[in-house]
């Protein structure tokens, strides 16, 4: 056990919001005074400013991690730095700085079981930030495909007009006469079209073999273990090798081709440009009033291009079809891994509920209902919706997935002109209504009585009760646990229960009561003292006559609680 002490303003707390930094563990979202907390660590560090510290892990390996203020910590093991976050190295510890303990807000049950297990849902909260950046992509390209509708009708439109006006042309024979530059022109769209085509293959093919290029050169095969399975594989793999090797050669060979067919387009454009001379001659003998040859030819590229257009139109339309069906593949991945979230969660809880302990937590999949309401209102905000209708769809739906698959439900709910405003606002906010995640619920009991519910002394006794309860937390940090404690719950059951854990979990405390480090046996007192710009500290066991004599001049009740453990240790010597 290590406590800090000190009177107020003497830098216990500076000191313990500076380890907090340096150990990178995240205030949490309902901490208190983050500003406050935040401004600490500025003040004592400074610009340039420097913390070391020195850390042993469960497997008994020492690191010592160094970090200036506002840059990255460095992390050295046996003097060698190593290229590791904290979180590889060393199990961050539970933290709860001043007043965090009897923080009322409807989040704070959330922000604690967090804090307790949040190690154990980094990696599907990792993968439900790449599922939602795989929505977002998916929305984008859908975006780019829309109004295809409009489009297509557009330009059908353009190839009727066309084609009626190139009827009087050919009544007076003109497109005959420009027949062979027509065919010119025919063919050159042609042969550009599938150039395009073809410049995309190109490109896809080249980024599957750069992207695929290191994985075939660098891999190896070695096992002292399983020396012929590996062989096997590294046989397999040669194989695969070569037949990348192929897809290498064909690359080059493509390439080639695709060069080869642009000379001739070019080649073809030379050719009707060696002939502009002859065409120019053709269209000087047309003279037929009111008709210009250019117009046709003009009216002849719009017919030709604008069925070319069609054709991608409808491409594009496909591509729509598969990006509606990919986006659906991915809003039910992505509820799935909210719902996997909830269990991995729901199965903590269940194991923290074991424990012989009056407090208990629930968890309710999906609970915040507030949140969803508050998104609601916020996103259709001057949409003329009445708060009546908000509570109804909040009621009919768990949360925004839900009204984009069943949006049909919300005709019972809006009227014709505020579904219309409903529909235009919920696709103008697609990406971020899709991926807006719905929270978990947790409310927190203490002795089957909703923990807001209690008195801030038995809210914050049993809270601290609670995480000294969880066996899994290697340390536990906070910064004045005693706060709305009275000194008789201190003793009975605080006290008792830190000297059970001592030896299994580190503490660091900061307090102003002197029953924490007497009775509970302090192994290292900090005494701290604020003066010229600068924290002075004073560091001994519990039995050093100094120490002793700081707490006593100090602390809240020092002597008294000298005279209790004196008291108590003679009760010891007296039962042996």
Not at 65 to 88: H, L, P, T, V
Not at 181 to 208: A, H, R, T, V, Y
Not at 423 to 450: E, H, M, W
Request: hydrophobic letters at 35%; glycine letters at 6%; charged letters at 35%.
């Amino acid at each position: 056990m290590n406590n800090f002490i000190g009177i107020r303003g003497s830098g216990k707390s500076s000191i313990l919001e500076i380890l907090r930094y340096t150990l990178g563990i995240p205030l949490g979202v309902q901490a208190i005074d983050r500003n406050y907390k935040n401004g600490l660590i500025e003040h004592v560090l400074k610009s340039g400013g420097k913390v070391i510290v020195t850390a042993v892990n469960e497997h008994k390996e020492e690191y010592r991690i160094e970090k200036i203020y506002g840059q990255k910590e460095d992390i050295f093991n046996r003097e060698i730095r190593i290229d590791a976050s904290i979180n590889a190295v060393f199990k961050n510890p539970v933290y709860f700085g001043q007043k965090d303990l009897s923080n009322k807000d409807i989040d704070f049950e959330a922000d604690l079981i967090h804090k307790l297990i949040g190690n154990r849902i980094k990696n599907i909260q990792a993968k439900i930030i790449s599922r939602k950046a795989d929505i977002e992509d998916v929305i984008n390209r859908f975006r780019q495909l829309n109004n295809l509708g409009e489009l297509k009708k557009e330009t059908e439109g353009l190839i009727r007009d066309a084609e009626h006006n190139i009827k009087f042309f050919r009544k007076k024979g003109v497109e005959e006469k420009l027949r062979q530059q027509s065919l010119f022109d025919s063919d050159i769209s042609s042969l550009e079209e599938i150039g395009n085509n073809l410049e995309g293959f190109l490109s896809d093919m080249n980024q599957i073999v750069e992207n695929h290029s290191a994985f075939f050169e660098q891999m190896v095969f070695k096992s002292e273990e399983n020396k012929e399975i590996f062989q096997k594989a590294a046989k397999i793999f040669a194989q695969l090798k070569g037949e990348y090797d192929k897809l290498e050669r064909i690359k080059r060979d493509t390439n080639k081709l695709a060069d080869d067919f642009n000379n001739i387009i070019t080649g073809l454009k030379e050719k009707k440009e060696g002939l502009k001379e002859e065409f120019a001659k053709i269209k000087r003998n047309i003279d037929i009033p009111n008709l210009n040859a250019d117009e046709f030819l003009k009216l002849n590229r719009q017919i030709k291009t604008s069925k070319l257009k069609l054709k991608e139109i409808e491409k594009s339309e496909n591509k729509r079809s598969v990006c509606l069906k990919e986006l659906n593949n991915k809003i039910s991945g992505l509820n799935n891994l909210w719902y996997e979230e909830y269990k991995i969660l729901e199965n903590e809880v269940k194991r923290i509920n074991k424990a012989d302990n009056p407090l208990s937590i629930e968890v309710e999949y999906k609970g915040r209902r507030d949140k969803f309401l508050e998104k609601l209102k916020y996103v259709f905000k001057g949409s003329g919706i009445r708060d009546a209708a908000y509570q109804s769809v909040q009621d009919k739906y768990k949360d925004f997935i839900e009204i984009y698959r069943n949006p049909d439900g919300l005709n019972s709910i809006l009227n014709e002109n505020h579904s219309a405003e409903f529909n235009r606002r919920f696709s103008d906010n697609l990406a971020d209504l899709l991926t807006f995640q719905i929270k978990n619920r947790f409310v927190i009991k203490y002795k089957d009585k909703p923990l807001a519910g209690h008195s801030l002394g038995q809210r914050a006794s049993a809270l601290i009760l609670f995480l000294l309860a969880q066996k899994e937390t290697d340390v536990l940090i906070i910064d004045q646990p005693e706060d709305d404690l009275d000194n008789q719950t201190i003793y009975k059951e605080v006290i008792k229960e830190l000297k059970s854990l001592k030896g299994n979990m580190q503490f660091i405390f900061a307090t102003h009561n002197a029953n924490i480090p007497v009775l509970g046996d302090s192994e290292k007192v900090v005494a701290c003292v604020y003066s010229d710009d600068k924290i002075d500290i004073h560091a001994g066991t519990i039995d050093c006559r100094d120490t002793q004599k700081r707490i006593v001049e100090i602390m809240e009740g020092g002597q008294e609680a000298f005279s209790r453990r004196k008291n108590i240790y003679g009760l010891w010597r007296m039962e042996k």
